[in-house]
């Protein structure tokens, strides 16, 4: 009997049907570029536009990234996805475990991967069974499995905001984030002007090299430079100087984090602007758990290891840092998180057992927010493709790029050229399909915490 004819083609079968299908839904959602669609989701523009290409089935949490980018109807793409896996399936073509996306872990004695409905009742404060009560107990030891990144995504489409003009812009990021949108702002009306930075540095009696630290807003603004600099760059109406000289004086603002300033390093107070003001966090750690998911005590066992001399009074001073920083993920408007985590940093007993079993409740808590995300890269997946602890940043405002955070001994890197960012996307893309699912990952830390 022929073989059916290659589903991977991109010139036929049902890949490129339903590659074909995703063309059209962006041409009906007005053509958006694939780094707009990339603003609105959590996956690097060539990640998406491969999609469309049709060289191979896309996973179902791409897709969906793709469709909801498009305003389309998610629910009814769904449908089209497992029809198109199962056709795959059938005719032995490459399916959706083989495109990053892997289903539960089935049940001993469930063929087929079907995981009954465990006894006992769930927890109130999550309505889902396999939930973990404050006392560290369990309901059941089995999650209901779930799409991957349904969170993420379902937290995405009612945060976009990709078309607010930047002067309607509400940032919680404090001066860090102002000073980078008025700097994006002036520059883009230098160069509209046709101005060169050296002769808007002579108009405010500075050199060309400040009037680069202005405009990527390393420095502070003088509000009467920025109003020199408006009158030069031909903004004279009052109506449309107002806000960018508003602007100009909230950048000068301290942060909240401004009075834990005697225990914090200078040269992170910029992460925390920017941590502050992000829509999308993703983040990976191969020795310890995420800093915006550790417990109390976890984190203080953290942070005495990290300055053995401090006093105890700064050490908790440090412990209040960061929860306020965890506080932002149960509030309105919080960020959606998705931490990929190898299981080195829960098999390392940081504190002690009962401080391991804490952190291990705590995490499966914190997963269990709609805006939180876990994935877990186990031993048995081998090697992984990078070994240092990297997070990326993204922000809904258009002025603002993706930024990479990395952090060294004594001081911390921030990466936003395009390359840079593309990289550490496609890494993360790496590493979530390497990854168990959201899912297994939760069936994971609940069978680890029976455990401990």
């Known amino acids: 009997m022929p073989r059916p004819e290659n589903p991977l083609d991109p010139e036929s079968g049902p890949v490129a049907a339903f590659a074909v299908a995703l063309r059209e839904l962006r041409t009906s959602a007005g053509a958006p570029s694939y780094r707009a669609m990339s603003k609105r989701s959590y996956y690097g523009f060539t990640t998406l536009a491969e999609a469309a290409a049709g060289r191979r089935f896309p996973s179902w949490e791409i897709t969906r990234a793709y469709v909801a980018a498009c305003d389309g109807d998610v629910h009814g793409w769904e449908r ?44 109130p404060a999550s309505g889902r069974p396999g939930a973990v009560t404050a006392g560290g107990t369990t309901t059941a030891t089995r999650p209901v499995p779930s799409p991957p990144h349904d969170k993420l995504v379902a937290t995405a489409e009612t945060a976009r905001a990709d078309d607010r003009p930047w002067t309607s812009f509400q940032s919680r990021g404090g001066p860090t984030v102002r000073r980078i949108l008025l700097g994006a702002q002036l520059r883009r009306l230098r160069e509209r002007r046709g101005i060169s930075a050296e002769d808007a540095g002579y108009e405010i009696r500075a050199s060309h090299s400040k009037i680069s630290r202005m405009e990527l807003g390393r420095v502070g603004f003088k509000e009467r430079d920025v109003a020199d600099l408006l009158t030069l760059y031909g903004v004279v109406e009052t109506g449309d100087r107002a806000p960018l000289l508003e602007l100009a004086r909230e950048a000068n603002f301290p942060g909240w984090w401004h009075r834990f300033g005697d225990v914090l390093p200078t040269w992170f107070e910029t992460y925390l602007g920017l941590e502050e003001a992000a829509s999308v966090v993703r983040a990976y750690e191969p020795q310890l758990v995420p800093e915006l998911l550790q417990s109390e005590d976890y984190t203080r066992a953290v942070i005495r290891l990290g300055t053995p001399n401090a006093p105890a009074e700064d050490v908790e001073r440090r412990v209040r840092l960061r929860t306020r920083r965890q506080e932002r993920l149960a509030e309105p408007g919080a960020p959606t998180l998705w931490a990929i985590v190898d299981e080195t940093a829960l098999r390392r007993p940081i504190g002690g057992r009962e401080v391991m079993r804490g952190q291990l409740v705590h995490l499966v808590q914190m997963a269990d927010l709609l805006n939180v995300t876990v994935q877990i890269v186990p031993f048995v997946r081998g090697a992984v493709p990078v070994s240092n602890a990297f997070t990326i940043l993204r922000f809904s405002e258009t002025d603002l790029p993706d930024v990479v955070y990395l952090e060294q001994l004594t001081s911390g890197m921030y990466l936003d050229k395009e390359g840079d960012v593309d990289a550490y996307l496609a890494m993360m893309n790496t590493l979530s399909s390497v990854a168990m699912s959201p899912a297994e990952s939760l069936y994971f830390l609940r069978s680890l915490l029976d455990r401990t």
């Open 80 to 123: 089209r996805w497992t029809e198109t896996a199962s056709l795959l399936r059938r005719t032995g073509d490459t399916g959706p475990e083989e495109s990053g996306e892997r289903p539960p872990p089935p049940a001993p004695g469930h063929p087929g991967g079907a995981i009954p409905e465990q006894a006992g009742r769930p927890s």
